[in-house]
Structure formats: structure tokens, C-alpha cells
């Protein structure tokens, strides 16, 4: 390679630039293959821009091993180097992205959005009627990378432990308790309740980590027999089987209040809320306290403090009845 020709393949270009780009995903992925279908183009095109940009600078970016590619030094330095890059090209076009729109993407999980958020949008619609919302249901944990890629400014995630990469503007510790339908209930007092056949309905993975946390904490051994089981991988989805009399699920007093209120669900037995995960909103680029993100963040934080006030004054409601 002559002078000339060393300068040309280190010279900036639409090629070089597009190269770059499709050789940091397949370094995230450690794969082609994984690469793929993130960039929307097939696992030879990726493998074929990589062979190319590596023919270009004159040095091999990847040790290819059957299961994984591993990055070499100049691979490492390359990756890191288009780490910064992408981060800062990402900062400046959210930032644009702001001053022109005044709209956030937001990550939530999907019973908190189905039961909480979507009904209450429209009340951070008249406190900021500049900001547009928009929501994304997703199940998947949240990274400061998954972030930038997906172009998305908060998440709303439901987790015993924060993020080690992000940073928590707001957070929410849920309570749980036992809901099924009134029916149901009533089920369980009747005359036939003490034989009656009982059903757990779970919503989480592992299964017993809501129902065996419920019991931990409480102390309770009700019902004190054998009961079955339901499983759904969504709490949205546990407490719809609820409704429709198949069982007692975990109920969480913020995306449980709607359906309680309307007294859809109740308590599934006189028992006190306890502690369970935390809801938090987080963020990589937080801004000032202007900014789109912290406004709804600390929106969010307030409105959810008072679902949650609403969901214990029922409790409270019921002990009175009760004396």
C-alpha cells in the first residue's frame, strides 16, 4: 500500500462510515449472525461490510471462533473509539430531537402500561401540553445501549435492584396482597369454601417469586392446603384469569387500582399489603430540570404516589367496615 493509497483508506467516506457502523453492531453481538437482523440486512452482508473494512485498513478487526467473534487490539480500539461516536452523534440528535419536537420515547412494562399509564397519559397531556409521548410496551431489561439504539429517553422497568448503567429519576416501591373476583370470594366464605378447589394464578418468572415473597413477608400459611396452579408471563394477563373467576392472583396496588376501584377485583382475603419490587424511572441522558424526561419523571412519580394512596385508603375503608 503506498502512501497515497494508506491515506485514501483512512480518509472519511460515506463507505468507511457505514462500514463503522455495521462493524460496532456485530462487536456489541459478538456475532454477524445476531448483527443481522438489528442493522435489517442479512448475516453475509454484515460478514462481507466487515472482510471490507478490514481489506481497508489492513488489519484483521476479528478473531472468527466458531461460536463468537472475539475483537483483536485494533478491533478493541476501533469499537471503543465508534462507542464515543455513536454516543455523542446520539446526544446531539435526541437533543435536537427535543428543542424542535419536545417529544420522549418511553419504555414501559406492558401491565404498567396496559393498567396504569395509558389511562393516566392524558392527565401529563395537560400539565405539558408541549411534550409528545411516546410509548413502547417492551418485556426486555433496559440497557444504556439498548437505549441508544432504539432511540428511546426513559424506561419504566419493575425490578428488586436499580440499573448499574442507568440513572433513577423516580421510583415507586409496589405493594402486594391476594385479589380475586368478588364471586370467587365469596366462593372461598361459603359453606363449601373449606373444600372448595383453590387456584394460585402466577405472573412471574420464577413462578413463586411473588407468591413467595407475599408469604415471606406476611408470615400467613392461608389457605393451609394444596392449591393449583395458572401461569401467565404478564400480571394484566393474571388478573383478567382473575376476573373471570379462575383464581386469586398478586395484586399490586398501583396497576391493581383501576380494576379495584370499579371493584372488578378485591382483596382476596383481610390481610394487609406488603412490600414488594420497585418501579423506577430511568435514564442515560437525564437533562436539566426542564428537561422532557425529568418533567415526566417527576409527573410520573406524583401520579403514582396517589394511585397508590387511593389503592390503601380502600384497605383502610375495609377495616372500618369490618369493625
Known amino acids: 500500500m503506498t502512501h497515497e493509497d494508506e491515506q485514501d483508506a483512512y480518509r472519511l467516506d460515506a463507505q468507511l462510515l457505514s462500514d463503522l457502523w455495521i462493524f460496532r453492531t456485530a462487536a456489541r453481538f459478538e456475532s454477524f449472525t445476531a448483527a443481522a437482523p438489528r442493522l435489517g440486512v442479512t448475516q453475509s452482508a454484515v460478514s462481507q461490510r466487515v472482510l471490507r473494512l478490514e481489506a481497508r485498513l489492513g488489519t484483521p478487526l476479528f478473531v472468527r471462533h466458531k461460536s463468537r467473534l472475539a475483537l483483536t487490539d ?37 401491565s404498567l402500561a396496559i393498567e396504569w399509564l395509558v389511562p393516566h397519559l392524558e392527565d401529563f397531556y395537560r400539565l405539558h401540553p408541549g411534550i409528545t409521548v ?22 419504566i422497568d419493575y425490578q428488586i435492584l436499580p440499573p448499574t448503567d442507568l440513572q433513577a429519576l423516580a421510583g415507586l416501591q409496589e405493594l402486594m396482597f391476594p385479589v380475586c373476583s368478588r364471586r370467587y370470594r365469596e366462593m372461598m366464605e361459603g359453606p363449601d369454601g373449606e373444600t372448595a378447589r383453590l387456584v394460585f394464578i402466577h405472573d412471574t418468572d420464577p413462578a413463586d417469586l411473588e407468591w413467595g415473597a407475599w408469604f415471606a413477608v406476611s408470615g400467613s400459611n392461608w389457605p393451609g392446603r ?20 379462575q383464581g386469586i392472583a398478586i395484586g399490586h396496588s398501583v396497576i391493581a387500582n383501576r380494576l379495584l376501584i370499579k371493584g372488578e377485583l378485591v382483596p382476596a382475603l383481610d390481610a394487609s399489603p406488603v412490600p414488594g419490587a420497585t418501579y423506577r424511572v430511568c435514564t442515560n441522558r437525564p437533562g436539566d430540570a426542564r428537561s422532557p424526561v425529568r418533567l415526566f419523571a417527576k409527573w410520573w412519580q406524583e401520579a403514582m404516589a396517589e394511585t397508590q394512596r387511593q389503592t390503601l385508603a380502600l384497605f383502610v375503608a375495609s377495616d372500618e367496615t369490618a369493625d
Open 134 to 155: 411516546f410509548v413502547r410496551s417492551e418485556l426486555a431489561p433496559s440497557t444504556a445501549a439498548s437505549m441508544e439504539d432504539d432511540g428511546v429517553d426513559l424506561v
Open 226 to 245: 394444596p392449591v393449583e396452579k395458572r401461569h401467565f408471563n404478564l400480571a394484566h394477563l393474571a388478573y383478567h384469569a382473575a376476573l373471570c373467576d
Open 74 to 110: 485494533a478491533g478493541r480500539t476501533l469499537f471503543d473509539s465508534m462507542s464515543q461516536v455513536a454516543s455523542v452523534l446520539n446526544d446531539s440528535l435526541s437533543r435536537i430531537n427535543r428543542l424542535e419536537r419536545q417529544a420522549i420515547v418511553v419504555r414501559c412494562v406492558p
